[in-house]
């Protein structure tokens, strides 16, 4: 199996969309279409399950991916070694972003590379699928998260921003005109959030039960914020959001309404513990001399 090849059978199983997998490797989808199917040809089974609407691992795909992330990470980790030394970089940090604004937090990352030259800063987005997976398998050596969390393996670090919340409705819901909505006024509506989530991760962002211990409904599930600001769009749920979106989401029929009951958004580093070197901790020095991003 070329390399190439490998790559797109492992992007497509987190993306599990050919459309963004092409566009994330810079591919046609039909080279996409083309690798999975000689993929399949050559082990003699389907590892994906399609349909018009779903694209989802089969037993098959999941065991497959299961056994070539760990290889895929190690050679991408020794060709990329060798690429950076040819360069003078000594090492190369990878920083999962869960929020949306690069941009806004662009002054810690301008720190880190001024003072520490000599190890390369990549900046990536995180689609929601299973982010703690994607740090303990090496993809990423760091993430940005909202808090709380809880998983023994990792160390959690300084506070990067505090963010309000806001509900996005469609521009043609009951809720859009309103100046703030309260938490409890969630149950009356379908939700949209990711699956393959911790229950209390997903319980800090957007709780399973209002105040009053009424039910929030979750809607189809998503794995990426397009397809979850989309659904909005058309009217199929609402979602809460951290009040960042507004800066680098220009859409006219989306409504953007505060919701003044929900506790603010904490974003922080993360690493696992067994993993800790000289470059994470200098990247959460900086983050902690710079102090947390003011909204």
Same mark, same amino acid.
């Given at each position: 199996?070329?390399?190439?090849?490998?790559?797109?059978?492992? #992007?497509?199983?987190?993306?599990?969309?050919?459309?963004?997998?092409?566009?994330?490797?810079? #591919?046609?989808?039909?080279?996409?279409?083309?690798?999975?199917?000689?993929?399949?040809?050559?082990?003699?089974?389907?590892?994906?399950?399609?349909?018009?609407?779903?694209?989802?691992?089969?037993?098959?795909? *999941?065991?497959?991916?299961?056994?070539?992330?760990?290889?895929?990470?190690?050679?991408?980790?020794?060709?990329?070694?060798? +690429?950076?030394?040819?360069?003078?970089?000594?090492? +190369?940090?990878?920083?999962?972003?869960?929020?949306?604004?690069?941009?806004?937090?662009?002054?810690?990352? &301008?720190?880190?590379?001024?003072?520490?030259?000599?190890?390369?800063?990549? @900046?990536?987005?995180?689609?929601? %699928?299973?982010?703690?997976?994607?740090?303990?398998?090496?993809?990423?050596?760091?993430?940005?998260?909202? %808090?709380?969390?809880?998983?023994?393996?990792?160390? @959690?670090?300084?506070?990067? !921003? &505090?963010?309000? *919340?806001?509900?996005?409705?469609?521009?043609?819901?009951?809720?859009?005109? *309103?100046?703030?909505?309260?938490?409890?006024?969630?149950?009356?509506?379908?939700?949209? !959030?990711?699956?393959?989530?911790?229950?209390?991760?997903?319980?800090?962002?957007?709780?399973?039960? /209002?105040?009053?211990?009424?039910? @929030?409904?979750?809607? +189809?599930?998503?794995?990426?914020?397009?397809?979850?600001?989309?659904?909005?769009?058309?009217?199929?749920?609402?979602?809460?959001?951290?009040?960042?979106?507004?800066?680098?989401?220009?859409?006219?029929?989306?409504?953007?309404?505060?919701?003044?009951?929900?506790?603010?958004?904490?974003?922080?580093?993360?690493?696992?513990?067994?993993?800790?070197?000289?470059?994470? +901790?200098?990247?959460?020095? /900086?983050?902690?001399? %710079?102090?947390?991003?003011?909204?």
């Amino acid at each position: 199996m070329e390399l190439r090849d490998i790559e797109i059978f492992l #992007v497509l199983s987190e993306e599990l969309h050919f459309g963004r997998t092409a566009e994330r490797l810079r #591919v046609s989808q039909a080279r996409v279409s083309q690798a999975i199917r000689k993929q399949e040809r050559r082990i003699g089974a389907a590892l994906f399950e399609r349909t018009s609407r779903t694209v989802r691992l089969t037993a098959v795909g *999941r065991q497959l991916r299961d056994d070539l992330q760990p290889v895929y990470a190690g050679l991408h980790t020794s060709l990329e070694r060798a +690429r950076l030394a040819a360069r003078g970089v000594t090492d +190369r940090i990878r920083v999962g972003m869960m929020p949306f604004n690069v941009a806004d937090l662009h002054v810690y990352w &301008k720190a880190f590379r001024s003072r520490h030259p000599q190890w390369e800063l990549e @900046i990536r987005q995180l689609v929601y %699928l299973d982010p703690f997976a994607r740090l303990r398998n090496g993809e990423f050596d760091v993430l940005v998260v909202w %808090l709380p969390v809880e998983e023994p393996d990792f160390t @959690i670090g300084p506070v990067l !921003m &505090k963010d309000p *919340r806001i509900l996005a409705v469609t521009a043609e819901h009951p809720l859009a005109q *309103r100046t703030s909505v309260r938490l409890e006024m969630f149950a009356d509506f379908q939700h949209a !959030m990711p699956t393959d989530i911790p229950d209390y991760w997903e319980d800090g962002y957007l709780p399973f039960n /209002t105040p009053r211990g009424r039910l @929030i409904e979750r809607g +189809r599930p998503t794995n990426n914020a397009e397809d979850m600001i989309n659904q909005v769009g058309m009217g199929e749920t609402i979602h809460g959001f951290p009040s960042h979106v507004t800066r680098h989401w220009g859409m006219p029929n989306i409504s953007w309404i505060p919701v003044p009951d929900m506790a603010a958004l904490s974003y922080v580093l993360i690493w696992r513990t067994e993993s800790e070197n000289e470059a994470i +901790r200098a990247l959460a020095d /900086t983050v902690r001399e %710079l102090g947390a991003f003011q909204f």
